[in-house]
C-alpha cells in the first residue's frame, strides 16, 4: 500500500511538516483518508464503523493539523490503514450495505449507492496521495 511507504521513509517529524503553501501534512492526509472513507462508506450506509471517533474527529473534511501527531497516534493510523480494510469487506460481503444516505461531495461527484462510494473513495485517496507526493521532497 502506497500509504505504508510513508511510515517506512519518513520520520514522525517529516510526517508531521506541514510545507510552505499547503494547509496541512503527510500524517493528516493519511488520517484524512481513513476519516473519509469512514464517513462516506460506513456512517453514509448508517452501519457502525471501525475507526475510533478521535481519529475521525481529528481528520475529518474541514479539519487541519493544530499539533504534531504523536509517535502512539503516528502508529494507529498505520495499524487502521490495515485494519479496516478486513471489517470493510466483511460488512460489504454481509450485505450491511444496505441503504445509502445520497450526497454530493465537495468536488461535486453525485453519491447515490454504496458501489459509487467505493469508487470515489479510491478516487479521494488517489487525490491525496498526489498532494503528498507534491510535498516531497521533505526538508
Known amino acids: 500500500m502506497a500509504y505504508l511507504k510513508f511510515f517506512e521513509n519518513y520520520s514522525l517529524e517529516q510526517l508531521n511538516h506541514i510545507p510552505e503553501g499547503f494547509s ?12 473519509t472513507q469512514h464517513k462516506l462508506i460506513h456512517i453514509g450506509s448508517d452501519v457502525k ?29 498505520k495499524r487502521l490503514l490495515l485494519e479496516q480494510i478486513e471489517p470493510t469487506i466483511r460488512d460489504f ?3 450491511k450495505f444496505v ?12 453519491l447515490t449507492s454504496i458501489c ?24
Request: aromatic content about 12%.
Open 49 to 77: 464503523g471501525h475507526i475510533p471517533e478521535e481519529i475521525f474527529n481529528n481528520y475529518e473534511s474541514g479539519t487541519k493539523p493544530t499539533v504534531p501527531v504523536s509517535q502512539q497516534e503516528a502508529d494507529l493510523l
Open 99 to 110: 441503504t445509502y444516505q445520497e450526497r454530493t461531495t465537495g468536488t461535486g461527484f453525485h
Open 116 to 139: 459509487d462510494t467505493f469508487e470515489w473513495n479510491n478516487f479521494h485517496e488517489g487525490l491525496h496521495l498526489g498532494y503528498m507526493i507534491r510535498f516531497l521532497p521533505i526538508a
Open 24 to 35: 496541512n501534512n503527510l500524517i493528516w492526509n493519511i488520517g484524512h483518508i481513513i476519516a
Open 93 to 95: 460481503n454481509s450485505k
